[in-house]
Structure formats: C-alpha cells, structure tokens
C-alpha cells in the first residue's frame, strides 16, 4: 500500500518561507510523476507543481512560479520530494498535498494522495 506523508506546514508572516517535505513508503519513485495540490477553504483543490518521472520536467501553476521550487533527493535513492515555497502571501493559505502518479504533471487527479499539510500565511 502506498503511503505518501508530508509535513513541513505551519504559520508564516507574508514574505516569509517555509518547505514542504514529502516521504514516499515505496524504496524509490524515480519512474512516476511526483507532485504538490492545495486546497484553500471553500475552493476546489488545484494544482500547484510537479516533476516529472525521471526529474527532467517541472511543472508550476503560473500563482506560484517564480517563487515555489519542487524538487527531490538527487541521487533518487531516498523517495522524499520537496516544495520550496519563497515569497509566500496570504492567498497561498491551503492544505497542501502531496500526490503521486496520475496525471498531475498536466494538472490532473493523482493516483495517490497525502493526507495534506496546514500552511498558513498571515498578513
């Protein structure tokens, strides 16, 4: 059974950073799709970026690019996947979730999902 876990939210003052971790239970993710969803209160769940299988492709939702980061551990030994989030304002206030698999890299449902991480921006 697939088990995505995240942590790393929190409250931050608008400007400021935090990142999001995310730890795959499988031994290595390196052939599927990796990725981060929000929903904020009352709104739908969206896309905010993703990585492609083999890590060549990164994909951001055009509110965060520029200021949020997706990555994962270099040597894809570890299955942990990373959200740098820079610059962070109030309207980036959501669970976040981490997701794998699916069609997340085109914005699409996941085929797994974490069960999501507060992140909290005040003004």
């Known amino acids: 059974q697939v088990q995505l876990v995240e942590s790393g939210g929190g409250l931050v003052q608008a400007g400021g950073s935090l990142r999001l971790s995310c730890a795959d239970s499988r031994r290595t993710f390196s052939s599927y799709s990796m990725g981060w969803f929000r929903q904020a209160p009352g709104k739908e769940r969206e896309f905010v970026a993703a990585?492609?299988?083999?890590?060549?492709?990164?994909?951001?939702a055009d509110s965060v690019r520029g200021r949020f980061t997706i990555s994962r551990d270099r040597d894809n030994a570890k299955n942990t996947v990373y959200l740098q989030m820079n610059s962070l304002k109030p309207e980036d206030t959501a669970v976040y979730y981490c997701?794998?698999?699916?069609?997340?890299?085109?914005?699409?449902?996941?085929?797994?999902w974490g069960q999501g991480t507060q992140v909290t921006v005040s003004s």
């Open positions: 997701a794998a698999e699916g069609a997340i890299t085109t914005g699409g449902p996941a085929r797994y």
């Open positions: 990585m492609s299988w083999h890590g060549a492709g990164t994909y951001y």
